[in-house]
């Protein structure tokens, strides 16, 4: 049985913590090593951060969160409806492989895909930013 939450926060580095807390609860009763919930926890914020800092101007705008859990999994989207990433600026090599650069030495993306079993990004032709992070159940 699949477990869904969804969350919408104003894009302000002080909200990310309410998903921090809805996805470290939704993940308690399932087999996640606490080490697995932290890397989850981690990606998150990496995310989130990446949305805040670069989709909109001046913290206005909102962040869409959903988290589905599974027997197996955890799945993450976190969406933007913002400009996204600018071309000029600079993250890990293989992202450039998916069209993605980050900002004067950014490391969330080279992060997140470290401690995720899947990552997937994607800009929506109607706009904005998504983000899918898989974690599979380690315990």
Not at 23 to 43: I, M, N, P, W, Y
Not at 69 to 74: G, L, N
Not at 88 to 103: F, R, W, Y
Not at 112 to 128: C, M, N, Q, T, Y
Request: charged share 25%; hydrophobic share 40%.
């Amino acid at each position: 049985m699949n477990e869904l939450v969804t969350l919408e926060i104003p894009a302000k580095a002080e909200y990310v913590v309410l998903g921090r807390l809805a996805l470290a609860g939704l993940v308690r009763e399932r087999r996640f090593s606490a080490d697995a919930v932290a890397d989850l926890k981690l990606a998150l914020t990496e995310a989130c951060s990446n949305s805040i800092r670069h989709a909109y101007d001046h913290d206005k705008g909102q962040v869409h969160l959903s988290f589905v859990a599974s027997a197996d999994r955890v799945t993450v989207t976190v969406r933007d409806q913002g400009g996204g990433f600018h071309e000029d600026d600079i993250d890990c090599p293989e992202c450039g492989s998916v069209g993605v650069k980050l900002s004067e030495g950014g490391m969330g993306i080279s992060i997140i895909r470290a401690v995720v079993d899947e990552f997937r990004l994607d800009h929506p032709e109607s706009g904005g930013t998504i983000l899918t992070l898989t974690k599979l159940c380690d315990a």
